[in-house]
Every structure is written in structure tokens, then in C-alpha cells.
């Protein structure tokens, strides 16, 4: 994980978390609050506006039955004096002047009905006129008036019912028709064209909500603030424990690798030690075979041991050996040649039971020459060779060595088999790395594991790893098993 992902998450119990995840969930909240706000918002309009057409109609009909009941008022005071004419038009007048300055009333007037047509009276002399000397006629008034009396038209039932009627137009505005009944006699209707406005309310909720939720938004941001404040000094502490902790496992981990690199090492020396002990013998013995006239093959065949010897001395001074001390254009060995040598001087001469055990050769004279050091194709054979006389049919047992090379293909192929009981399956099976178990270290059948597993596993490491050889392990149809080297030339 990247530095800046570590330092931008934290734990919460066991699950894990990180800024990403805090800024979804954040992108998350914003369009809930957003939606929440809404939905607020249409709830308080529907409910502030059903309250405001309620109380709108209710304000509008009390201020037009109030002005009604003025004019009913001036009417029955006036009647009993008819000299105070002029005392009544001023006080009708007030009277209109009054609610028309009020800032909602838009237009008020008094419906007559005369001769089944309704008359709009704003002036009062007319008026005065038409109540008191019973004048019928009534001039048409200089205002408009024609809404009033077109919406009045349209209720032919007002006159018949004797109730205020009220009408909300598509500018949200009330026409309100009051009963004027002076002297209690319907004479007509007080009109008033009333636009209240409320909305003030409305305002000052939807200001109260948006303060609430920046306040809220502003909590929010806050806490998340902090939140991430807080789980980052915890990141912070966590991955300096952390570091730390990973470079006490990268010394711990280079311990255990020099620790197995050193074990594997000293395996290697156990193993190899004692071969060259047994060759240390092998000169010592021919070397007292030696007459005066010093004999040519034995000098030969002691040199070939101390050479060997040599070569497993370097093996334990090196780990990693240098290639040019392996494989190059200075070495040119004979594979038919190195398994006749040790065929005849080695195996033959160490092996406890070779009346029960026989050799067959089958080589082939067009194998070409190899450019690996002869005594690392020693160190392949001879585990090779051995492990086929240890596993060999108990009686008598035929061990077959064959080279045949595959001019089509350029490789030169060695097998090496015997008539044993065979490989146990469970040894041929193959790892992830696609290696048999067989080629695997300390594997073997043997009771004493401390010395065994160990020879299998060299030959393989040689033959693969420095020599670039494929070595293969397999059983044979009826019985014993086969080892198969293919050299590519």
C-alpha cells in the first residue's frame, strides 16, 4: 500500500477504513440533507400556504364585514335625521377612503341591485341618494368596477342566502361580498377586492431552516474534522510502530536466511565429507600398488581422485561458485568416459554386495563432448548411480546405464535405471515450482534422515541450476525406476 493511502485510514474494530470512505460517506450526506431540506421546504410551503389561504380569507371577510357593518352603522344613525346630508356623504366617503388606503384592499364599493341589474355605487351623495329619497337611478361611477360585478353576477344566489360570499381569483386575491342590511333589509353588497400578503412567514421559516442546516452542515464538517484529525495522529503512531516492526522482521528474516544458507552448508560438508574419505582411502590403497617402475593408468586413476578431491574441497569453500569454474570452452569432457570411470573405480570397488549387483553399459560413441568441468558431471552421476544400486532388486540387481544422442534434436540423453521395488508415488508428485518432491531436500526412504535426502536433491541442484541440464525421475512400467538426463548441445 502507498504511503499516502496508509497515512489517510484507520480501524474501527475490525473493519477498515479510509478517507475515501469518509468522503463518500460525506458525499453520501450531502444530497440526504439536500433531499431532507427539500422535502422541509415543500412541507412547510404547503403547510404555510393551506394556512395562509385560511387565514387570508379569514382576515379578508372580518375586514369586509367590519366595513360592512360600518355602512350598516352610518345608515341607521343617519336615519333618524335626514338634515345631517352632508355629515353622512363625508362620512361614507371616510368610510371608503379608509379601507382603500389600507395596503391589501385593492378596490371597495357597494353593490346595488336595481331592475335585476347590479349597480356599483363609490360615491356617497348616490348613495344617500338611493337609500334615503329612494332614487332609483344611479350614475355609472367613474372607477371600474366591472370585476365586482361580474363575479357577483355569476352567484345569483348571494341576495337568496343573505351570507358573505368570498371568491379567490388565479392572483391569489379575494373578492368578498358582504350582506348590507341597514335597518335590517337586504339593500345590497359590501364589496372589497382584498390581496393579503403573507409571505413573510414563509420567508422567515425557510431562513430559520437554512440556518439550522448550515449550522447542522457545519457540526457535520466539524466532526468529520476531527474525526480524521484524531485517526490520523492514530495512523501516524500505528505506522511508526509498524515501520519499526518491519525492520526488526527484515533483521530477523536476514538472520534466518544466513542461518539457512549456513545450515544447508554445513549439510552439503557432511555430505561431501565423506566421499572424499572414501577417495582419500582409494589413493592411499593404490598408491602402495605403485611397483618402482612407476605405472602409467595408476598414476592416471590416483590423479582423477585427487582431483575429485579437490573439486569437493572447492565445493565446500564456495557457495555460490563462480561459472567459469563450472562450465566453459576450457572444459571439454567425455560423458562416456566419466561413467565408465566410475563404473570401474569407484562403484565396483565400494559397493558391499557387487556379487548381487551388475552393471549394464550402453554407450553411445556419437555423444558429443560437454564444456562442463568433469568432476561437476562426477558430483551428478554419483548420487545418481548410487541411489539406483541402494534401491535395486535385493537378490540380483541389473543396473543399466545408457547414452544415446538425438541428432534431430542436438541433445545428448543419459538414463540410468534399475529392476527395484520403484519410486514411491507420493515422491513423483510436484510442488507449486513444478520440482518432484523426489529432487526436494531431506526427502528420502531411508531410516537415518540426519545423512540421507540429500543426494537426489545435489544432483538435481547441479544438473539445473549450473549446468542447465533437465533431469527427470520416473518409474518403470513393471518394476524399477529411471532417472533421465537430457543435455541440450
Not at 421546504?41 to 393551506?50: H, W
Not at 388606503?101 to 347590479?118: G, K
Request: aromatic share 12%.
Amino acid at each position: 500500500m502507498a504511503k499516502n493511502d496508509q497515512n489517510s485510514e484507520f480501524f474501527l474494530g475490525r473493519h477498515h477504513f479510509q478517507l475515501k470512505h469518509l468522503m463518500i460517506l460525506f458525499m453520501i450526506l450531502i444530497p440526504f440533507l439536500f433531499s431532507i431540506s427539500i422535502v422541509n421546504q415543500m412541507t412547510i410551503k404547503s403547510f404555510v400556504s393551506k394556512t395562509e389561504h385560511w387565514y387570508q380569507q379569514d382576515s379578508a371577510e372580518k375586514l369586509a364585514n367590519q366595513t360592512a357593518i360600518s355602512f350598516e352603522l352610518l345608515v341607521e344613525n343617519t336615519a333618524f335625521d335626514h338634515g345631517f346630508n352632508t355629515k353622512f356623504v363625508n362620512a361614507f366617503n371616510m368610510l371608503l377612503g379608509q379601507s382603500i388606503l389600507q395596503e391589501h384592499v385593492l378596490d371597495v364599493c357597494i353593490l346595488i341591485s336595481v331592475d335585476d341589474q347590479i349597480k356599483a355605487i363609490d360615491d356617497g351623495n348616490v348613495f344617500y341618494s338611493h337609500i334615503f329619497n329612494h332614487n332609483a337611478g344611479i350614475p355609472a361611477s367613474s372607477l371600474d368596477h366591472s370585476t365586482a360585478i361580474e363575479t357577483l353576477g355569476k352567484n345569483s344566489n348571494f341576495f337568496a342566502d343573505e351570507q358573505i360570499y368570498s371568491v379567490l381569483d388565479e392572483k391569489q386575491s379575494f373578492h368578498i361580498f358582504v350582506p348590507l342590511m341597514p335597518k335590517g333589509e337586504l339593500v345590497g353588497a359590501a364589496y372589497m377586492h382584498i390581496m393579503p400578503d403573507f409571505s413573510f412567514i414563509s420567508k422567515d421559516l425557510n431562513q430559520g431552516y437554512v440556518k439550522l442546516s448550515l449550522l447542522f452542515t457545519g457540526l457535520m464538517l466539524f466532526g468529520f474534522a476531527v474525526l480524521i484529525f484524531l485517526s490520523t495522529r492514530s495512523i501516524n503512531e500505528r505506522d511508526k510502530a509498524f515501520n519499526i516492526l518491519m525492520q526488526e522482521q527484515k533483521k530477523q528474516l536476514i538472520k534466518d536466511l544466513h542461518h539457512q544458507k549456513e545450515a544447508f552448508f554445513t549439510r552439503r560438508i557432511y555430505h561431501t565429507h565423506h566421499k572424499a574419505e572414501k577417495i582419500m582411502g582409494f589413493i592411499k590403497e593404490d598408491l602402495r600398488t605403485i611397483p618402482i617402475a612407476q605405472n602409467i593408468a595408476v598414476i592416471e586413476k590416483i590423479s582423477k581422485y585427487a582431483n575429485f578431491i579437490s573439486r569437493v574441497i572447492y565445493d565446500m569453500k564456495w557457495y555460490n561458485q563462480p561459472l567459469h569454474a563450472i562450465r566453459g570452452p576450457a572444459f571439454n569432457s567425455d560423458i562416456n568416459a566419466i561413467i565408465c570411470f566410475l563404473i570401474e573405480n569407484v562403484f565396483k570397488r565400494v559397493s558391499s554386495a557387487m556379487e548381487n549387483i551388475r552393471f549394464n553399459i550402453r554407450l553411445d560413441d556419437k555423444l558429443p563432448i560437454v564444456h562442463i568441468n568433469e568432476f561437476v558431471i562426477w558430483e551428478i552421476f554419483e548420487p545418481l548411480v548410487q541411489n539406483a544400486i541402494d534401491h535395486g532388486a535385493e537378490e540380483t540387481s541389473v543396473i543399466t546405464i545408457q547414452t544415446r544422442y538425438a541428432a534431430d534434436t542436438n541433445q545428448s540423453i543419459v538414463t540410468i535405471s534399475d529392476d527395484g521395488p520403484g519410486i514411491p508415488p507420493e515422491l513423483l508428485k510436484r510442488n507449486k515450482d513444478g520440482v518432484k518432491l523426489l529432487f526436494q531436500e531431506n526427502t528420502t526412504t531411508k531410516q537415518d534422515r540426519n545423512t540421507a535426502g540429500f543426494g537426489c536433491f545435489i544432483a538435481y541442484e547441479i544438473a539445473t541450476q549450473r549446468c542447465g541440464w533437465l533431469l527427470d525421475a520416473e518409474n518403470l512400467p513393471f518394476n524399477g525406476s529411471r532417472f533421465t538426463l537430457t543435455i541440450q548441445n
